[in-house]
């Protein structure tokens, strides 16, 4: 059984920065496809970034219009771990971020490909 869990979102003004990070169990995540979404209050869960398997095309990442240039996915393989650094945060960026895991070596934004979902990690951004 897969498990994800996120940690690292907290409390930060607007233009910080914040890194969160996705540690998994059960599945290699070099090997697989994995994703950060967020959901913020009253909207749809949506897509952020993702990252392929490190041998996936030499490994790809793609990010939401709304993110790019701004955060950062990336792992770890040695702990297991995927990150997302988010830097020069708005309000907007406020929501609960969730990590999964797909099956799967390359990426895709939609959500119902994820099979292993963590439990969500809030971030909040003051103006």
């Known amino acids: 059984q897969v498990q994800v869990v996120e940690s690292g979102g907290g409390l930060v003004q607007a233009g910080g920065s914040l890194r969160l990070s996705c540690a998994a169990s059960?599945?290699?995540?070099?090997?697989?496809?994995a994703g950060w979404f967020r959901q913020a209050p009253g909207k749809e869960r949506e897509f952020v970034a993702a990252?392929?398997?490190?041998?996936?095309?030499?490994?790809?990442?793609d990010y939401a219009d709304s993110v790019k240039g701004r955060f950062a996915i990336s792992r770890d393989n040695a702990k297991n771990t995927i990150y997302l650094e988010m830097s020069n945060l708005k309000p907007e960026d406020t929501a609960v971020y969730y990590c999964?895991?797909?099956?799967?070596?390359?990426?895709?934004?939609?959500?119902?490909?994820?099979?292993?979902w963590g439990q969500g990690t809030q971030v909040t951004v003051s103006s």
């Open positions: 999964a895991s797909r099956p799967e070596l390359w990426t895709i934004r939609n959500a119902n490909y994820y099979d292993s």
């Open positions: 059960g599945r290699t995540l070099s090997s697989f496809a």
């Open positions: 990252i392929s398997a490190s041998s996936w095309r030499s490994q790809t990442t």
